[in-house]
T-cell receptor, first 111, second 114 residues
Framework: KQEVTQIPAALSVPEGENLVLNCSFTDSAIYNLQWFRQDPGKGLTSLLLIQSSQREQTSGRLNASLDKSSGRSTLYIAASQPGDSATYLC??????????FGTGTKLQVIP | GAVVSQHPSRVICKSGTSVKIECRSLDFQATTMFWYRQFPKKSLMLMATSNEGSKATYEQGVEKDKFLINHASLTLSTLTVTSAHPEDSSFYICSAPRDGNTIYFGEGSWLTVV
């Protein structure tokens, strides 16, 4: 059974700092890995999707990497802004199209 | 734009009543959809697999008589929370696969039972 873990559970950084969020998964037989953002009381916003054959994806100030063999993914946020404050979830897509979500990292960017 | 639409995004209902949440695939057909629920400090957990034209498959520990799932068409799955209780208050989200293993999620629904 896939288990997805995110460390740290919470992170507080000053504005402008670059930061890395970590995601690890136990079963490397995944089709893809996705990073989401969830604002308090809101739904999920998909940020980046990495297919299993890819090593990284970039969108603006966000860069996500995937190392299937080690069961790790990172989300790099450059020049953080207060508007980046949210909970970030990673999720793996495996067999039978089921998705396993990580426990999330709650990010606070302090102005 | 969104390819999976979920409605309502937010709903408040009284204890003992039932509430229905809809999940629609907007420009593709989905024979299978999935329903997830968010638990505090446990992220999102799969509740059930919704199968078009047949019964849903529920994950262990999910009460099928309480969380009724109907996948009546290739573009619509509904989750009905019956006899709602305050502990059913949560964030519910659906997903649908398109083009194989590309999974699209709805916007999610926040349910508050008072």
């Amino acid at each position: 059974k896939q288990e997805v873990t995110q460390i740290p559970a919470a992170l507080s950084v000053p504005e402008g700092e670059n930061l890395v969020l970590n995601c690890s998964f136990t079963d490397s037989a995944i089709y893809n890995l996705q990073w989401f953002r969830q604002d308090p009381g809101k739904g999920l916003t998909s940020l980046l999707l990495i297919q299993s054959s890819q090593r990284e994806q970039t969108s603006g100030r966000l860069n996500a990497s995937l190392d299937k063999s080690s069961g790790r993914s990172t989300l790099y946020i450059a020049a953080s802004q207060p508007g980046d404050s949210a909970t970030y979830l990673c999720a793996t897509s495996g067999g039978y199209q089921k998705v396993t979500f990580g426990t999330g990292t709650k990010l606070q960017v302090i102005p | 734009g969104a390819v999976v639409s979920q409605h309502p995004s937010r709903v408040i209902c009284k204890s003992g009543t039932s509430v229905k949440i809809e999940c629609r695939s907007l420009d593709f057909q989905a024979t299978t959809m999935f329903w997830y629920r968010q638990f505090p400090k446990k992220s999102l957990m799969l509740m059930a697999t919704s199968n078009e034209g047949s019964k849903a498959t529920y994950e262990q520990g999910v009460e099928k008589d309480k969380f009724l799932i109907n996948h009546a068409s290739l573009t619509l799955s509904t989750l009905t929370v019956t006899s709602a209780h305050p502990e059913d208050s949560s964030f519910y989200i659906c997903s649908a696969p398109r083009d194989g293993n590309t999974i699209y999620f709805g916007e999610g629904s926040w349910l508050t039972v008072v």
